[in-house]
């Protein structure tokens, strides 16, 4: 309370309206509806918390950009046409490089060591070479960090650029996701946070703007949390139209703006949810990822929290695609760089037992859009291997032939230089993964070739022999 006390009259009148705010959308509610009230108090408080991180004012001597160096540790030396593996723990951020062969690679980290790391990717756009970093650190909370010399030196913001607005009563928790915007378009990006919002920005993240659209929508109230917290973990910027997005809410569902954000629709027809009453609802499922795939972007494809989906009609409805899997539960989807009819998945037996059934590690692909699906496995330990994979731990570079890459939360890193034929080990030892990202480094104007897309997968080339990791060079 003496914090408290030391605000002014003005920045005492803007919490109070917060959490009033809050407070007042509980008890207008019917007795009956007045669901999960310990979720409501803890939403009160979060808003006095809030108000009282907007109402610093910083002073001269704290505004403008500030850098952290980061010395005394091993960094990656990166070339043009490398291939950039970003990955993040709940310890800190590692980065991994090698050379188009794919068959040696370097190892630097932990950068922003002991923070949870739920979101990075790597912005090319515009001869661009940006890492961006959500790190989360238990004291000091969530900071949105950048590096364009790959990990040397890296922005250290004084305060958090992403926050909610004071009206808004709620408090940044995480960031879940990071989202470049469309090429056309590099100064745009997204980010997915907890609670359950969309931000955007359109100056390259100088500054973040809450999508009102999406935060104020009536389904808001009812979202639930899920077992991770009530997330916006997934972000779809349509290729074939500006105006259309799509994001996934767990636990709220998929919804889509056809208005560049201004209005936002539930698209969740035909998906099931296990843990309420009513199995088929207009929104409150727990979706856990969605995919498409750039030359069919009228297609989707979702894991659910049970269930897997594909729509052909952008979401309006959904059917089953769960056929010859072991089963349906699982987190990561990943779409195929180049073919659309090709998504990997990796099944976990349960809600209850959520690791990889009987301990084998297998990864699952189909080719044909759901119709059937086949077990990856050469190369994966299949015995004793209760390995988990969370929903942002897998990731594809775009050569011909496609790497996948994914991580367990037992700290190792897998990688396929075949598109998944075969599997080798990269690393091993990390702490809990959390998210991985490829990249393809272009580097002196050196346009970004892709191949051409297909429906078929190409032709499998014999690969060389994985060998044993080195560190990074101190560059």
Same mark, same amino acid.
């Given at each position: ?6 605000? =002014? ?5 803007? /919490? ?17 509806? %007045?669901?999960?009230?310990?979720? @409501? ?30 010395r005394g540790m ?13 990955? &993040? ?5 590692? !980065? ?6 794919? =068959? ?9 060591? &002991? ?14 070479? %940006? ?11 969530? !900071?949105? %960090? ?13 305060? $958090?650029?992403?926050? !909610? ?31 359950a919002a969309l !931000? ?31 997330? /916006? ?18 636990? &709220?569902? #998929? ?59 952008? &979401? ?9 899997? +072991? ?15 090709? #998504? ?13 059934? @009987? ?30 994979? /969370? ?11 496609? *790497?996948?890459?994914?991580?367990? %939360? ?9 598109? *998944? ?17 490829? $990249? ?5 104007g050196t346009p ?9 997968? +190409? ?17």
């Amino acid at each position: 309370m003496n914090t408290l006390r030391s605000y =002014s009259r003005g920045d005492e009148n803007v /919490l109070h309206r917060g959490a009033a705010e809050v407070i007042q959308r509980c008890l207008i509610k019917e007795r009956a509806g %007045r669901y999960q009230r310990a979720s @409501e108090v803890h939403e009160a408080l979060e808003a006095v918390q809030g108000a009282v991180l907007q109402s610093r004012h910083p002073s001269e001597e704290t505004r403008g950009p500030r850098t952290l160096g980061l010395r005394g540790m091993e960094h990656l030396s990166v070339k043009n046409g490398d291939v950039l593996l970003l990955v &993040g723990t709940n310890k800190g951020a590692f !980065f991994l490089r090698s050379s188009r062969d794919r =068959s040696r690679w370097d190892v630097a980290g932990p950068y922003f060591r &002991g923070q949870g790391i739920y979101a990075m990717t790597y912005d090319g756009r515009s001869d661009r070479h %940006r890492l961006w970093v959500s790190a989360n650190d238990e004291v000091w909370g969530v !900071f949105l %960090r950048s590096s364009d010399d790959f990990g040397r030196i890296w922005t250290n913001p004084l305060e $958090a650029s992403i926050r !909610f607005p004071t009206e808004a009563g709620a408090s940044l928790r995480n960031i879940w996701q990071i989202c470049l915007g469309r090429n056309d378009e590099p100064e745009k990006l997204y980010c997915g946070v907890e609670p359950a919002a969309l !931000f955007e920005s359109v100056d390259g993240g100088e500054s973040w703007s809450l999508v009102r659209g999406l935060y104020d929508h009536p389904h808001r109230p009812r979202w639930m949390p899920a077992n991770g917290g009530l997330i /916006l973990h997934t972000i779809l910027p349509d290729p074939s139209n500006k105006d259309r997005m799509y994001v996934a809410v767990s636990a &709220g569902g #998929v919804y889509r703006t056809e208005d560049g954000g201004t209005t936002w629709q539930a698209r969740n027809n035909g998906v099931r949810v296990m843990f309420l009453p009513e199995k088929y609802p207009e929104f409150g499922q727990c979706v856990h990822k969605i995919v498409l795939h750039e030359s069919r972007p009228e297609r989707l494809f979702l894991q659910n929290h049970w269930g897997l989906y594909r729509s052909d009609n952008r &979401g309006n409805s959904w059917q089953d695609i769960a056929r010859g899997v +072991p089963s349906d539960f699982g987190f990561v989807m990943l779409m195929h760089p180049h073919d659309a009819d090709c #998504v990997y998945i990796v099944p976990v037996e349960s809600d209850k037992f959520r690791c990889t059934p @009987e301990g084998h590690l297998r990864v699952y692909r189909t080719r044909n859009a759901g119709g059937s699906w086949e077990a990856l496995d050469r190369g994966l330990p299949q015995k004793g291997a209760y390995e988990t994979v /969370l929903r942002d731990a897998m990731s594809s570079d775009s050569l011909d032939p496609a *790497g996948i890459y994914f991580g367990t %939360r037992s700290g190792k890193v897998y990688g396929s230089k075949d598109e *998944g034929k075969s599997w080798k080990k990269i690393v091993e030892g990390l702490p809990q993964i959390l998210c991985v990202k490829a $990249a393809i480094v272009h580097m002196d104007g050196t346009p970004t070739t892709k191949p051409n897309l297909k429906s078929k997968i +190409p032709k499998r080339r014999k690969t060389a022999r994985t060998k044993r990791v080195r560190r990074g060079k101190s560059g």
